[in-house]
């Protein structure tokens, strides 16, 4: 099941939509959506390195225009849309002592949560809700997802066919190690 995944994916990549789906996942993962971009990212590239950088381009394009989304409903509409969004994701209660810390380390916060597998929605929606400066945080964002998606594209551009072969060979062990990320994350969230 994996292995048909795993190919469903890589044909996915190859999709002539791929970089529409790719950027609209980006979107969706800044405001709303559990899945980040990497899964279809990293398959993306591996499949054409030679589109590495419009790959990253288009992932940080869609992150920071979801990020936005993500910054309007916390500024917006936090009580009917963040806070269900941050409760689901076990935050709830720690909304009001996370504001008073956040605005004092808003920039570090947006730029550490943009660069991590800590689901980068939680900081885009807080950082509405806290009135972060909007240049600050779009700034910022540019910059973590900016360095989060080239320094992955750059390694798959130069590394691609060893860590393809890498993945395809060890596949149940690449499997693990991204859920253990990804759980991670959100433990991370849960508890911080």
């Given at each position: 099941m994996l ?14 939509k791929a ?7 980006a979107f ?165």
């Amino acid at each position: 099941m994996l292995r048909s995944l795993y190919t469903w994916t890589m044909h996915l990549a190859e999709h002539p939509k791929a970089l529409w789906w790719l950027g609209l996942i980006a979107f969706l993962e800044a405001s709303v959506f559990p899945i980040p971009p990497d899964i279809l990212m990293i398959p993306m590239i591996l499949a054409r390195p030679s589109r590495a950088w419009l790959v990253a381009s288009v992932a940080l394009c869609g992150s920071v225009l979801g990020g936005l989304l993500g910054y309007g409903i916390g500024a917006l509409a936090f009580t009917e849309l963040g806070q269900p969004i941050l409760e689901s994701l076990g935050k709830g209660d720690a909304v009001a002592d996370f504001n008073t810390r956040f605005n004092g380390v808003g920039f570090w916060a947006v730029l550490i949560a943009g660069m991590t597998p800590f689901p980068y929605k939680v900081i885009t929606i807080m950082s509405g809700w806290t009135a972060m400066p909007l240049a600050t945080f779009v700034v910022t964002s540019l910059l973590a997802r900016g360095l989060r998606f080239y320094i992955v594209a750059l390694l798959l551009w130069k590394f691609g066919a060893p860590i393809r072969s890498f993945i395809e060979r060890r596949l149940g062990l690449m499997f693990v190690l991204f859920c253990a990320l990804l759980l991670g994350g959100f433990y991370v969230v849960k508890f911080l």
